[in-house]
């Protein structure tokens, strides 16, 4: 079955940098668009970025471009975010996400990422 | 992008039903079939439970129902049970550079 299982979240000071990965098991990242979703505290959800199957397509809010790079690994079928410069608004719990089609189907059980200092 | 607009809180007695409504622009809800939606209880990832406005994942509880008018989506929960108390969002395609918008959700409260 499908799942998708984050780490590398944490505690990082302003103007750090943190990593997340997604190990992804049951199907195949490469077949699929993929994407980083984020929820602050107590907010709603935020598309952050996604990348498209065949990778050629990359999408970044415009509230993270600059900063954050998505990429994913085919031989360990996983999806990482890097995050950069990181502010006290990327305070968030970040969910890694499969769609198919236009639909999320799955989702991760979301990483929790404080940026204080 | 702006986020589609839902209202902040909806709440109903065991048994009857309930309407969330999610309102965008021509760019978004307007334009596309494709608007979803996911229910999430509190401290868990959310969950899909209507996408394409009114088709339903396999399996999944035919009390819950998707429509759309406009640029208005909605979602009908119907013979409200206790665990359908969640936050609800909506999210549709909008095509261009930021494809994907969701609302602002809406908290179910079952009395």
């Known amino acids: 079955q499908v799942q998708l299982v984050e780490s590398g979240g944490g505690l990082v000071k302003p103007g750090g940098s943190l990593r997340l990965s997604c190990a992804a098991s049951?199907?195949?990242?490469?077949?699929?668009?993929m994407s980083w979703i984020r929820q602050a505290p107590g907010k709603g959800l935020e598309w952050v970025s996604y990348?498209?199957?065949?990778?050629?397509?990359?999408y970044y809010a415009d509230s993270v471009r600059g900063r954050f790079t998505i990429s994913r690994d085919s031989a360990r079928n996983s999806l990482y975010l890097q995050m950069n410069s990181l502010r006290a608004e990327d305070t968030a719990v970040y969910y890694c996400?499969?769609?198919?089609?236009?639909?999320?189907?799955?989702w991760g059980q979301g990483m929790l990422v404080t940026v204080s200092s | 992008q702006s986020a589609l607009t839902q209202p902040a809180s909806v709440s109903g007695s065991p048994g009857q039903s309930i309407t969330i409504s999610c309102t965008g622009t021509?760019?978004?809800?307007?334009?596309?079939?494709?608007v979803s939606w996911y229910q999430q209880h509190p401290g868990k990832a959310p969950k899909v439970i209507i996408y394409e406005v009114s088709k339903r994942p396999s399996g999944f509880s035919n009390r819950f129902s998707g429509s759309k008018s406009g640029n208005t989506a909605s979602l009908t929960i119907s013979g409200l049970q206790a665990e359908d108390e969640a936050d609800y969002y909506c999210?549709?395609?909008?095509?261009?550079?930021?494809?994907?918008?969701f609302g602002g959700g809406t908290k179910l409260t079952v009395l």
């Open positions: 996400a499969k769609l198919s089609g236009f639909l999320i189907d799955y």
């Open positions: 999210c549709s395609y909008a095509g261009g550079s930021s494809p994907w918008v």
């Open positions: 990348i498209s199957d065949g990778g050629t397509t990359i």
């Open positions: 021509i760019s978004d809800v307007g334009s596309y079939n494709l």
């Open positions: 049951g199907f195949t990242v490469s077949d699929y668009y």
